[in-house]
């Protein structure tokens, strides 16, 4: 199913690309930081290090979480890899939409794992293709949509070691962090117990970092959460170490 939402001529740029994953054995969804790690370093490789994928301007890290997330997900529940999400606030212009172009039909290679195959389903503003979890069927993504209430589809890996400080909890880490998304603070966040996981996978299971690159991480363990806000708010929502490759996202699942 391809989506007809691509912006009209004078319309703003469009923030969201979002593909099918296809493979003869698709990654499963523990892989998925792998897997969003792989479709980056290739629009790194079709844009010649475009800024928007690379996350960096001039030697410099870009910040305000400006740069693209490349956010893979597991939509129809099996355990598998089936979609992936690559979003931008600001937008793609020309150059990050060509490079799109072409990831369109680029094999993405997986870190010991298969080539992948990548049909771009749409290109668009959030609000054209956001949805609820359980709706991929019906051309909406649950990374963008519009929502009060958020589950983790990955695991949330604090980037600083949670100690017995408040301030050092998971809760507040993921707090912060949602403020630095420019998004108000939920009523409330609570854990997601193991049987919570997308398709029954265990939050231990899922690889827990990069094997390229650096990034924060102050503790090799993921976390699920249940964000609660007072109003609906638009995603994407990714939180913590990995964030921008594909671990802690959330899932819009209630408005």
Do not use: K
């Not at 992948?116 to 054209?128: E, F, I, N, V």
């Not at 998004?183 to 919570?196: C, F, Q, R, S, V």
């Not at 995603?235 to 170490?241: D, K, R, S």
């Amino acid at each position: 199913m391809v989506i007809a939402c691509s912006p009209r001529p004078g319309a703003a740029a469009p923030t969201v690309a979002w593909f099918a994953i296809g493979a003869a054995v698709r990654p499963p969804i523990t892989r998925a930081i792998a897997v969003g790690d792989c479709v980056r370093r290739a629009l790194v490789a079709h844009s010649d290090a475009h800024p928007i994928f690379v996350g960096r301007n001039d030697d410099a890290p870009s910040t305000g979480h400006r740069h693209a997330f490349f956010l893979p997900a597991d939509d129809d529940g099996d355990g598998r890899l089936d979609r992936v999400v690559v979003s931008a606030r600001d937008g793609f212009d020309e150059r990050a939409q060509e490079a799109l172009d072409r990831l369109q039909h680029t094999p993405v290679w997986g870190h010991g794992g298969p080539d992948l195959r990548m049909t771009r389903l749409a290109t668009c503003r959030a609000y054209d293709v956001g949805g609820l979890a359980g709706e991929s069927m019906h051309g909406r993504a649950a990374q963008v949509g519009l929502a009060r209430v958020w589950e983790s589809h990955t695991p949330f890996v604090p980037p600083r070691f949670a100690r017995n400080r408040p301030e050092d909890g998971v809760e507040a880490q993921a707090r912060r962090m949602i403020l630095g998304l420019g998004l108000p603070l939920p009523a409330t966040i609570t854990p997601l117990a193991g049987e919570d996981t997308p398709a029954g996978v265990p939050w231990e299971s899922f690889l827990l970092q990069r094997q390229r690159g650096g990034g924060a991480c102050g503790t090799v363990r993921g976390y699920g959460l249940r964000l609660v806000f007072d109003r609906p708010v638009r995603g994407p929502i990714a939180l913590g170490y990995g964030a921008h490759q594909g671990l802690g996202q959330f899932v819009a699942v209630a408005r």
